[in-house]
């Protein structure tokens, strides 16, 4: 089926706007518009065209090596696709993880999702939250932000810095480290590297509370503009403690519509099939998930930390979850669909990560020597994780002779492929419908795909060098109007 918008009915009579690249999904994605000659939308996709095939050539490789091959995935989460791995292949072994093994893990990925979410909010959203969408281009980059808040900025790097040390020192490097194994993990922590990272946790989560601030004042000084852009409801899915607390790192699956009543609940990932089921259309390499008891076009959800905040009963830290209590009781709950409010749920997060590696930080089971366990081993292994943006599933099978023959990833951003193609369609309607085109108008598009944070964030906004072609094309096929912005960021026709 197809979505509003999603396929015009004669696209051979209108005219076509392309931004391509609009930014990096793992390589490369565009935006394709069609108008007619009133300049009304009549379609509208964010396409991705990158392959990457990593569900086919790990076939064949040891069950072992998996955890370290597949997070070369990515170079801005590895870690989760290191320990969703990691949790497959415990099924695979029949390993229950003990308790320093389990804690070590959580605190590596606590430092995962706080580099992570710091990167993005302070790197690659703040210069459209502080500056805004349309600002001047010169200033609207990391280094703009460096000279008009020099400790916004600094905090930014150290919050960052401070999550890949805590990766280090439990994953043996900042980027793809080898500390999570099959049936738990190869080291832990010794008393000086726990009391290194404890010696500036106080500064981290007052800083992660100070971003919390920061997003909260930004966002209710324009309410109404913040909760409208590219708006549209619809369901959400994570996983959940069995308390119903907000946890990254295991649970059930957890899935509520855009009312907040239960699709279903403290589901056993193992069998996600049965519930989630993916779609392939020919326009994109990235697959649509949807929720196979509502069908093909009221299935489709978001997930990440939006959907996080939303779907859990609680964080259980006291000042992320102050801060999630306001968040939903905000202007009577008007921000929980709100596409821009991923930015203010996303800090929220970055302070849970930091009060909890607080809280990791005085367990002694951290230092402990018990660090591995297996049990009756089955031929297939499923793992799912909570990623920085959203709900990781990795799945595989393997044969007698412990090699790979099966792989199947959902990985965060196709979770939110449909969702992202929404929120590019309403931009679109509010923002380009009949509009001259302007590079502020293209950024209102990027805006709208990097609230997701969809593992493309690592060039936007890197000092504005995200290369952008706009071309628009009359019923005859000639061009009428071109902008272009190019690596260094200056644009021109």
């Avoid at 008009?148 to 994953?171: C, D, H, N, S």
């Avoid at 909890?356 to 292994?381: N, P, V």
């Avoid at 598009?445 to 964030?457: G, Q, W």
């Amino acid at each position: 089926m197809t979505f509003e918008l999603e396929t015009a009915a004669h696209p051979e009579n209108l005219k076509r706007v392309v931004i391509e690249p609009v930014t990096r999904v793992e390589g490369h994605g565009k935006v394709t518009l069609l108008l007619d000659e009133d300049n009304r939308i009549h379609q509208a996709r964010f396409h991705i065209v990158e392959f990457r095939g990593f569900e086919k050539f790990i076939q064949g490789r040891p069950y072992t090596e998996v955890p370290v091959l597949v997070q070369r995935l990515c170079g801005i989460c590895p870690v989760s696709h290191h320990l969703a791995a990691s949790k497959a292949m415990d099924m695979i072994i029949g390993a229950t993880l003990t308790p320093s093994a389990d804690k070590l893990r959580r605190l590596m990925h606590f430092g995962q999702i706080l580099q992570s979410h710091a990167l993005h909010f302070f790197y690659l959203a703040s210069p459209d939250l502080l500056f805004g969408f349309d600002s001047g281009l010169a200033t609207r980059n990391i280094v703009g932000v460096a000279a008009a808040y020099p400790e916004i900025a600094r905090q930014g790097v150290a919050l960052r810095k401070y999550g890949q040390e805590v990766i280090r020192l439990t994953a043996g490097k900042r980027i793809h480290g080898t500390g999570a194994i099959p049936g738990g993990v190869n080291k832990n922590l010794s008393v000086a590297e726990r009391d290194f990272l404890l010696k500036d946790i106080d500064q981290i989560i007052a800083w992660s509370q100070g971003a919390v601030d920061l997003i909260r004042k930004v966002y209710c000084e324009r309410p109404e503009f913040h909760n409208g852009f590219g708006y549209y409801r619809s369901s959400f899915m994570s996983l959940a403690r069995e308390d119903g607390a907000l946890d990254f790192y295991h649970g059930g699956l957890r899935a509520r519509d855009e009312h907040g009543q239960d699709i279903f609940d403290h589901l056993d990932y193992s069998h996600y099939w049965d519930y989630v089921h993916e779609e392939v259309k020919p326009w994109s390499y990235m697959k649509f998930p949807f929720i196979r008891s509502r069908g093909r076009e009221e299935g489709w959800y978001r997930v990440g930390p939006l959907a996080r905040v939303n779907n859990c009963d609680f964080i259980p830290t006291p000042l992320a979850e102050a801060e999630r209590r306001i968040f939903k009781a905000f202007d009577g709950g008007s921000a929980t669909q709100a596409t821009l409010a991923y930015h203010w749920t996303r800090m929220i997060e970055m302070l849970h990560c930091a009060e909890g590696i607080q809280e990791l930080l005085h367990d002694d089971d951290l230092l402990g020597d018990d660090l591995l366990s297996q049990g009756e081993r089955s031929l297939r292994g499923v793992g799912v994780i909570e990623a920085p943006r959203g709900t990781l599933i990795h799945h595989y099978r393997i044969n007698e002779d412990e090699q790979i023959v099966r792989a199947n990833l959902i990985v965060s951003t196709t979770h939110n492929n449909q969702a992202m193609n929404e929120a590019v369609r309403q931009v679109a309607l509010q923002y380009l419908d009949g509009k001259e085109l302007t590079e502020g108008l293209l950024n209102h598009i990027e805006v709208a795909i990097r609230a997701f944070d969809p593992c493309l964030s690592c060039a936007t906004h890197a000092l504005g060098k995200m290369p952008l072609e706009v071309e628009l094309i009359d019923a005859e096929g000639k061009q009428i109007d071109r902008l272009a912005r190019n690596s260094p960021g200056t644009c021109g026709a």
